[in-house]
């Protein structure tokens, strides 16, 4: 099952490679997102829970931007029956997901990165809660972003829906991980972060397990 | 001499209200060609997907066996070859490059020899390089034969095979046919006579209730 799914995610690459579906939208959406809130604030010094607030928002709408493509472009393409006929639902749904995933910690380095380099209040003080966070809330991120958009490639208004089945969904990942990259901001130690360390755990965990029981029924019909 | 065989039993297809068919019964147990016939919107493309296992069925079940073990469905799909209409491989790819990554995901060895023959015999071995979506219609359908057989496969199925295609790829495409019909079980959804006049059977689905 891992060479297949390594399989599906060579492939995804090799055509992401060519098309450029995904990558062309999330790096315009992360360059614009960024500059338009670098123009709201203008001169004004920001406090780190909002520095922190918006780094997670700007993740947010631009995995809404982009993360569905894996799902979507298959249905608009017509490949879905191909790919139905080559391999099980369990090696699609890995494939898929290995590829979000790196396409998401991709997405969420540059941003960290770029909110590290242009806002001064983005000061890192505990790196080893920043680096579990970063890594827990990418994983639980890709995970959902990419049930989701095997639930909304089927459906008709794909554009629309996306957003609004992710917001509830992502809701409880997003306020953790707000409240995580806080921490690290203002330098919390990973001891008093366990509460909120154990939610997104717990999240992934939650959300993996109900992806690979739902994926059979959503790919199938 | 393929082992292999299909079953159903008292099929039955509704979309939402409308029934599309109802108790459909038949065994494949021999090599042959099997037709399925039908006006349009007779379900002829519906009963195909749900004997490849990619559309349930809401009532009745469909049983497929190699070698009197039955398949379970996970691993159908690496038992059967398809080809229809609604099928399209990646144009972002070529034709070598499409064999080569479907081979991958379904966990099979890439046979280049048996992939250059094939491409051969369907005439596109100089376009095996070029991506698919400078391919004409015709050509498009011609690889999806090749896709539908690079994988050994026991049972074909093919929907609408000589659509889009001229003289030369009937010819190519019915040969194909006979020359599989010796050894596998073939199923051919189509309303072209000359397609269905190479079938041993024809299963009308105009006709309700009619078995193989």
Known sequence: ?221 | MSTYSVEAIKINKTFGRRLVFNDINFRLDNPGIFGISGPNGSGKSTLVKIIAGLLSSTKGKITHKNSEKEIIPEKLHNHIGFVSPYLVLYEEFSAWENLNYLSKIRGITFDKDYAKELLERFLLYNRRNDLVKTYSSGMKQRIKFIFALIHHPELLIFDEPTSNLDDEGRELVYNIINDKSKENILIIASNDKSDLDLCTEVLDLKVSNKDF
């Open chain 1, 1 to 221: 099952m891992i060479s297949k799914a390594f399989a599906v995610f060579n492939k995804d690459f090799h055509s992401e490679l060519r098309t450029r579906y995904a990558i062309n939208s999330l790096a315009m959406f992360v360059i614009v997102a960024i500059s338009v809130i670098m123009f709201a604030v203008g001169q004004e010094k920001i406090s780190e829970g909002l520095t922190g607030g918006l780094f997670w928002v700007v993740i947010f709408f631009t995995a809404m931007s982009g993360l569905a493509r894996t799902f979507v472009s298959e249905e608009e393409r017509g490949t879905s029956l191909t790919l139905q006929l080559v391999a099980s639902p369990s090696a699609v749904f890995s494939g898929k997901l290995l590829f979000n995933i790196i396409l998401v910690f991709c997405m969420n380095t540059v941003i960290a990165l770029l909110y590290a380099a242009l806002f001064e209040s983005f000061v890192i003080k505990n790196y080893s809660l920043f680096f579990f966070s970063f890594v827990l809330g990418n994983i639980g991120l890709a995970i959902s972003s990419t049930i989701i958009a095997a639930i909304i490639s089927k459906a008709g208004a794909k554009g629309t829906l996306y957003p609004v089945l992710s917001f509830p969904i992502l809701l409880p990942l997003i306020l953790t991980s707000v409240q995580l990259t806080l921490f690290s901001l203002d330098g919390t130690s990973i001891e008093d972060a366990k509460f909120e360390l154990a939610i997104v755990v717990s999240y992934d965990v939650i959300m993996l397990t109900v992806s690979y029981m739902l994926f059979d029924f959503i790919w199938k019909d």
